[in-house]
């Protein structure tokens, strides 16, 4: 497997709060992405990364922020939780047009 | 935006009985990949395709290309309990990386 690890793998919160979700890859690859999976609605596209300090919003962007500050890492920030964010968030990264690799995932629940 | 259209959303088939997942967009395609994810579990590539009318087989899959690049499908022949999961195709976004998902088809399979 890749290596790639998301952290916390499972996270309760309360509406209003912040969270922060990181990502970390060891394969120095330059793509990285943070996805949420939802019953019915597939992998929908968050945000990603095609390099350090350079990132663009996907198509479920509104209500979150990302930063890459190093290769390997990519965080995703809920700055204001909502119960509407409640979901599994999965992290991948490619080397650009080549295979995703995603990360083990992370379940958020927001109370 | 683009988007990548799979159908049917899910499947119930009889083991043995063959399965069939169909992926279409309205743009051309430089390329399309499909992932496995089983329950529970994180999407796992499964392979590429990226020339015209290109067909790859993996032992009972069998994964083709359209002609024109803006359709693909997937089929499995004489399914197993094995095969229980959810397939993606995904496909690079015109013009950029980020990795578009389709909805995803949900197989289960009864013994």
């Known amino acids: 497997d890749a290596g790639i690890t998301q952290s916390p793998r499972h996270k309760v919160t309360e509406t209003g709060t912040p969270v922060t979700l990181r990502c970390h890859q060891t394969e120095n690859h330059r793509y990285m992405y943070w996805y949420r999976q939802d019953p019915g609605h597939g992998l929908r596209l968050i945000h990603y990364?095609?390099?350090?300090?350079?990132?663009d919003k996907g198509e479920v962007s509104d209500g979150y922020s990302v930063s890459r500050s190093k290769t390997e890492d990519f965080l995703l920030t809920l700055e204001s939780a909502t119960s509407s964010q409640t979901s599994v968030y999965f992290c991948?990264?490619?080397?650009?047009?080549?295979?995703?690799?995603f990360g083990q995932g992370t379940r958020l629940t927001v109370v | 935006g683009q988007q990548v259209m799979q159908i049917p959303q899910y499947q119930h088939v009889q083991e043995g009985e063959d399965f069939t997942t169909y992926c279409n967009s309205s743009?051309?395609?430089?390329?399309i990949q499909w992932y496995k994810q089983r329950p529970g579990g994180h999407p796992v590539f499964l392979i590429q395709l990226v020339k015209s009318g290109e067909v790859k087989k993996q032992k009972r899959l069998t994964f083709q290309f359209g002609e024109a690049k803006k359709n693909s499908s997937l089929h499995i022949t004489a399914t197993q309990t094995t095969d229980v999961g959810t397939y993606f195709c995904a496909a690079p976004q015109i013009g950029t990386d980020k990795l578009i998902f389709g909805t995803g088809t949900r197989l289960q399979v009864f013994p």
């Open positions: 991948a990264i490619t080397g650009g047009g080549t295979e995703a690799f």
């Open positions: 990364s095609y390099g350090v300090k350079d990132t």
């Open positions: 743009t051309t395609l430089s390329n």
